[in-house]
């Protein structure tokens, strides 16, 4: 929405070293518009007391710069165990993880897929799955992909 790119750098600022942003995005609820920030550390974990303690200086440089002019809420949060993967980088660093994806074009009988994401690469993914009690491989395209997620394994 509105200052997203300012919003990121103001934000990488205060996270330092430690941490890093994961996305910004504006919600409205009813009447009201929230700022919502998701940070996570190097190795994708977060703690609440992590968050609560990052949206006190974030709210505080915000309020500062002052060039948001609409009345929002701020949510610092973690993006989650099932995170979307929004960027090609983020889809590469996820790399031995565990996904979830959603075809745009079902292919072999498949709208979607949950597996161990191998190998990124410049316009597809390589992925490996169980069919039954089968190891399959499947290559998609990314161009493909209308969602990739990582997903918990049960």
Known sequence: MEHNEKIKQLVSDVLGDELV??????HQEGKNKILQIAIMRKDGTMDIDTCAEVSEKISAKLDEEDFIQSEYFLEVCSPGAEREL?????????????????LKDPKAGMCDVKGTLLSCEENSIL?????KAVKKKA????????LIRLSVKI
């Open 139 to 146: 290559e998609i395209e990314i161009a493909n992909i209308a």
């Open 127 to 131: 992925i490996q799955y169980m069919d």
């Open 21 to 26: 942003l994961y996305d910004v995005a504006w």
């Open 86 to 102: 929004k960027t090609y980088e983020q889809i590469k660093d996820a790399i031995g993880e565990f996904v979830y994806v959603k």
